[in-house]
Structures are given as structure tokens and as C-alpha cells.
DNA sequence: CAAGATTGAGAGGTCAATCTTC
DNA sequence: GAAGATTGACCTCTCAATCTTG
């Protein structure tokens, strides 16, 4: 304490940016890992497991390009190889040539891949719901929705993210 | 797109709730993966490194027994040890005997840890204001830290998280 | 020779077993 | 015998090197 009296911190954030700050890292830390733990218990899925399913789910014919989908989830080539390497074993997802570009591979949901991610949004909307959601009124929701939107524009109306 | 109709979500969050949780989840992303890429490249340190050190200088004496910098952190018991191994063999932490209790090792910040952190703080708000703070006016700094608030109360105000 | 994806070797994380002290 | 912390063995991730096709 006496120490960290003498040597300050250089430029710091303001009191309603460090106390917005801080309850944003807090409530997310709190969400994913209740999100995760629960994810794999009840349905032995990882949360990053769930976000390469749930991003698939949402863009045409449920499948996407080896490198669309490690950009869509911030993640490396070689991590989303083995990520789905691991799907794919599982009977989750199945990888396909590209027709339009052969050294690309495409990455495509399975009917039981399907089906385990709707089993596990179940679970995910409820951790969801009882820790954030539910606790908000339908003007506190768009309210949130705004305030991102501002400081990131696109990042609640567009469709993929990051934008191409 | 035409099985995932076959198949639907059950219970399905509301447009508002999709919207807000899904704009949560990619700010959070977005910013800290520009976070851990920048104190990464500028300052040789993972945010998780930083996530260590910024809990320690915030508490009396910089200092905590490891159990409890593990249950700060949302990490197991395993992973601080060695990730202390790291901070101390750098110079940044150092483990001492706890007099009240012998089974117990204390953690502490050391002055060449807290220079670091001090650094590693100048990016580390340079980050958070660029991809999200700067936007927002004090007004919508104080809403968010509402919001969070009312979804899990002391979020915002609680010196510890998680509360003890 | 650049882009897309994968692989091998090394670094870092996880789970159960261990050691010490309460 | 349980709690606090660490260790060993195994598993996963990362980085650079590789293979193939544009």
C-alpha cells in the first residue's frame, strides 16, 4: 500500500470509467465461467467448442471456409484445425474440399452436430438469462445494445463479426 | 439453413436480449484481444500476467495467499502455482511463509513487479478507452455501470470479486 | 512466391496424487 | 481427515516449418 502510493499510476481512468470498466470485466469473467462449467457437464462441450457451433449454425448451409471460421472466433489457424479435428471425431461437423478453391477446406455442421448445439443452447440461454439478461428490462436491454454500438459501430447490427 | 429450420431453437432469447448478450460477448472479444496483443508485444506480458498483478497492488501490503489470488482470478489451484513460478522467476512476484497459517504461502508484488504493472497499465487503458471508453459519454459510463449492476449486484461496487 | 491449411516439437494447462499443516 | 499448495503425467495450444494450390 505504501509502496503503491509512491509510485502511481501514470494517466489514470476517471471514476465512471474505471467503475464501468471493471464491472464489465467482472460480470463477463463471472458469465463464461459459470457458461463453461456448465456446458460441460451437462452436455461435455467446451464454450469455445459451442462458439465454433453456434457460429456455423447462423451463415448458409451451416458451412464455412478452415479460415473464415479461426477469424470469425479470434483463434489461430492451426487451434481451429484441431478444434475441429476433435468436432469431427465426434460426429459434430464434417470437413469437405472446397469446389471453388482447392486448397481450401470447408467446414460444415452435421445433423448430430445440430442437434447437440440446440441441446446446449438450451443451457447456454438459461446461464445467460439468470446472469445478465433476466435481470434487465426490455429499455435496459436496448440501452446496452446502444452503448456498444457506439463505442464499436457494427457490432450489434451486423451479421458476421469481425466485419470482412 | 434449410435443416437448422427443421431443427429449431427451443426457447430462443427475445430480439433484445440476442442483441444486447450477443453485442456483450463480441466487444468483450474484440477488446481483449487487442488488450492481450498489446501488452503482449509492448510489455512481454499475457493478460492474464497483468490480470495477476492488477489484483495484488490493489489490496494492503500488495500481497495475498495464493488460494485466494487463484479464487480472485476464476483459476484453479495448479495454474496460479505455476503462473506465480513464472511472475517470481521474472522478478515480479515473490512467495513468502504465512505466519498465521503454515500451510499457506503469501504472493506478493515486488517493486520491479509493480514498475511492470505501472507500465503495462499505460496500454492497458489506452486500449480499454480506444475500444470502448472513449466513446462513451460520462452519462453512458454511469448507465452501463447500472446496468451491470442490477444484473449481478456489487458487481460494480465490491472492492473483491467474486464477494468472499 | 503468396495463401490456405496442416503438422511436429516445445511450452503451457489440467487432473489426480502427494506432502505438509491444521 | 480436510485444507493449502505443489508436483507428475497427460493433454492441449503455439510457433515455425511444411505441403499444396492459386
Redesign the interface.
Known sequence: ?R??NK????????G??F??????L?????VT?ELDARLRSEHDVTLEQYGILITL?GV???KLRMGELARRR?ISASKITRAVDELERRGYMQRSADPADRRSHLAALT?KG??KL?AA??TH?DV??R???A??S?R??????R??????PG???SDV??PP
Open positions: 500500500l509502496n503503491a509510485v502511481p499510476e501514470p494517466d489514470p481512468l476517471s465512471p470509467e467503475l464501468a470498466w471493471r464491472a464489465f467482472r460480470v463477463h469473467a463471472t465461467a449454425v448458409p448451409e451451416m479470434l445433423a445440430l442437434r440446440r443452447q438450451v440461454h445467460a438469462r446472469c445478465l439478461l435481470a434487465l426490455e435496459q436491454l436496448q440501452q446496452l445494445a452503448v456498444f454500438e457506439t463505442a464499436l457490432v450489434v447490427s463479426w469481425p
